[in-house]
């Protein structure tokens, strides 16, 4: 079902107009604009969504989980009745593959059912009950009950480096959604239309199942004007962001001076370090080159969880792991980076790395303009310790080898990492007695820890975790990724002494929605 | 057992010095200073603590919840051994009652308890695993088990008004023990021998279970310098505070500007609204005047959740309820509050209110120093949606009638409302439409939603949610009293592909503590 492209803000069910900066996307393999033109949301049409969105929100708080399902799941129909347009877009807009553009579809849809289920299901908020005891001395005990609800409105800052999964239907909308928050996305300016085809899908699914005008708006912006106003703005509640650590930063101190500060849910840079382990190396190094070589590559590297930093024990074994993979990236060809400015960053990052004290260039080559050429560098712990410069992220295909001694060394390096996303421990058996402490210290600076395995691919499902310590993430009690993202937009109400009749559902004494729940400290679901 | 007081921090087990700025504790009932003299933590023992704290964090983070919960058990048996030092002490420094100080050391108590139970039992870690499948297509999918695991330091901040249960040894430091934080506290000046007494408690719990030296430390402050450098200290992953909104959100701008941001969980103002319905007013008028006299006077005022407001019907009814309020304010004797300078603060807070525009006086007594002497006002809704100033809160036993016509005004009003930690509805049957919709938007506001009974009284137990919307919490999505308040200093850390070896023992395969986990999707305990 293609559709045609306008180019202009959805505010709700209506379409902006034309009255702001104008931009176009970008194709980035020719440099070529794109059509249609796209149009900044005005003043006013942030008001019109920003207004639309609360007053939609009782309707929505009000919707049963059964409701909510329903719209996720249409959402991920309309999305996969536009994968035609989808796979033309993005690889049209970003320079990712074709294949890319169709699995990353795939893992959006999914994810949206995944978060239909949860809600369908509708235990996630957590009913809790406390039966009353007026005979209790010396005062009474009221009858307590107590449910997740949702926030408010909620902004979502669509990511350059995923169109799909962490864009305009992305798992923050589709969590926030799933919460019974209404959603503003600030589409990212790299894949405008690609945003608006999906912001179409999500619009016909709202309007399909009848759910109200405000529950989603999509606004463009040339810049960063509309984003900072929706962030601003006394009816937002809540604020979503995958993307850089600056921009990231300047969402949260922009939430924290508000005259009521709210939480910015900020999934920002990450250097992911992979620690390999003697034994492994030893048994088998070249295998272990192979498989950090494609993480690191994966994309172009274009990846929150790309191992930006490979520890790598001194020594002979060591040496030849460095010698595989340099000759590995060596050998690389260049990918054309999601935009030039993105390109022109990883390329700016690559030298200014070399150019540090202490820092082996083994991969350096040229930067093409709008492309990455895979970059290699060496340091030793010691230096990686005393120069702090060596944790800024070099989004791309650029690694760092860091040398290190011994156990002592690597728990040094721990104590002075920045907090990270995942870090990576690739062991043997023999390797048992170093692995256990290592893994253990990392769980301190960490969102995921992985065993023999590359940080790269974040798995949708309950236990991930896509978060982790600033400034891995704002808030390192939340993840981006899995189940538990959707209670970053829930905050818990407690009913005392209501009667039933007046209680939600999911509160009331008979159970009618069969929740589990927590009742007088018991965990059941009868 | 009786202990004498030396007037000194406590750095973990050892004794701070004399070197910081002197303070004493006041008598609020005669004005006198009190023994021993107390001195402010210098900036090396404000170092000391926070190192001590980083260094005991590991080991914090791997004890079991068995031992946490008899570090907890612990703390509360020695302060129970302390009860005649504690209700000698808490009169004297704060003009409570010496019946208050009991029933509030055995809160104090029943809270640590209520924590230990929660730990030994080790389900709220919320651990989940979702097994491998390595023939998914087209990628397998990996191990994937994640559990909460502690933030690390703390620094809690005493409250003046409940010395114990929100104190040195109150919610936030039982609560962030229990998650297996090192906590760091700042007492609160106006009770320093209550706070030092109680340290003292925790401090010989700690060395008694054997944990290390850094899992407590209590630091005294004659101001504020004490209290700002630990938030922004380094080594300190997050705040509790209980206080006042100008408080609160000081610490909040400093969390918010640090390099590494941290989260602060304020518990801050409110003004906890209550609507009277026609039927119930015309039922027991005079049963709800004498309920709310008796709530807003409770421990003279001074509670968090307090009633500021009563949203009284315009007409007959709503003028005997006003009446017979006013008859009980003014007959209500005056009470010495926590400190002259809490008197001179609600003094001034309720001439600013009996001067603004339309507000009528109905019972403006003086004030003597140090003491409260109930007040009561009167204003009509529409004044009070136009004067923002109207929502600040009095500290102390000081109230505002709102008289409102219909039930659209009382929709007005929760439209106009800041965050409340507490709304509360007296309702009878015949009021049953009006009830319905009122808690509903109620519930958009405030943390605790109560029907016929008064705000103040906060019970400690699963389901409770003491916090609320902004100004009433710093974060809507939390509570500071209620088990639920543990998950305030806990992140989750997700482990893919770990050996069940090397995993913790929360997330191996045979589930050796028992615990409640979600199981690829099934809740579960086998």
Request: proline residues 6%; glycine residues 10%.
């Amino acid at each position: 079902m293609t559709v045609e492209l306008q180019g202009t803000s959805l505010i709700g069910s209506a379409r902006g107009g034309r009255g702001g900066a104008a931009f176009h996307g970008v194709d980035p393999a020719s440099g070529a604009a794109l059509a249609p033109t796209y149009h900044s949301a005005t003043a006013d049409e942030i008001e019109q969504a920003a207004a639309l969105a609360a007053a939609a929100s009782a309707d929505l708080a009000r919707r049963s989980g059964a409701e909510r399902a329903a719209l996720l799941r249409a959402i991920a129909e309309e999305l996969e009745a536009a994968r035609a347009d989808f796979e033309r877009l993005v690889p049209l807009e970003t320079a990712l593959p074709v294949a890319r553009a169709g699995g990353e579809l795939t893992r959006t849809t999914t994810q949206l059912r995944l978060f239909a289920d949860l809600v369908a299901d509708g235990s996630w908020v957590d009913a809790r009950i406390d039966h009353a005891d007026p005979a209790r001395q010396p005062l009474p005990k009221p009858d307590l009950r107590s449910l997740r609800r949702p926030l408010g409105p909620v902004v979502v800052f669509g990511a350059s480096n995923f169109p799909l999964a962490f864009s305009v239907a992305g798992g923050d909308t589709a969590s926030a959604l799933a919460a019974g928050c209404a959603v503003i996305v600030k589409a990212h300016p790299a894949h405008p239309a690609t945003s608006e085809r999906a912001g179409l899908a999500i619009a016909a699914a709202v309007a399909r199942c009848g759910f109200p005008d405000g529950t989603f708006s999509l606004l463009f912006d040339a810049g960063h004007e509309v984003g900072a106003a929706l962030v601003r703005h006394r009816d937002v509640r809540a604020v979503a962001f995958t993307g850089s650590t600056a921009g990231g930063r300047a969402l949260m101190d922009l939430a924290a001076a508000r005259a009521q500060p709210i939480p910015v849910f900020a999934e920002m840079g990450s250097i992911n370090p992979v620690f390999v382990l003697p034994a492994a190396l030893a048994a088998r190094g070249a295998a272990v080159a192979e498989q950090l070589h494609a993480s690191v590559l994966q994309g172009v590297g274009q990846f929150c969880t790309s191992p930006g930093v490979l520890v790598v024990p001194a020594g002979a074994d060591g040496d030849a792991l460095r010698d595989a993979l340099a000759t590995r990236f060596a050998a690389s060809a260049p990918g054309v980076m999601l935009t030039a400015g993105i390109a022109r960053r990883h390329a700016q990052g690559a030298a200014e790395l070399g150019a540090r004290t202490g820092v082996a260039a083994l991969v350096a080559p040229a930067q093409p303009d709008g492309c990455a050429q895979p970059a290699l560098y060496e340091v030793d712990a010691a230096q990686f310790i005393a120069d702090a410069a060596l944790q800024e992220e070099v989004f791309g295909p650029t690694s760092l080898i860091v040398r290190a001694r011994d156990a002592a060394e690597w728990q040094a390096l721990i104590a002075h990492l920045h907090g990270q996303l995942t870090a990576t421990v690739i062991a043997d058996a023999d390797d048992a007695a170093e692995a256990g402490p290592l893994v253990e210290s990392l769980t301190g600076i960490a969102g995921r820890v992985l065993m023999n395995g590359v940080p790269t691919g974040v798995e949708v499902a309950a236990a991930m975790v896509h978060g982790g310590p600033y400034p891995a993430s704002s808030d390192s009690r939340t993840t981006s990724v899995g189940t538990a993202a959707i209670e970053r937009f829930a905050r818990r109400v407690c009913y005392q002494n209501v009667p039933d009749a007046l209680l939600p559902p999911a509160l009331q004494e008979a159970n009618p929605l069969q929740l589990w729940r927590l009742v007088d400290g018991q965990r059941r679901r009868d």
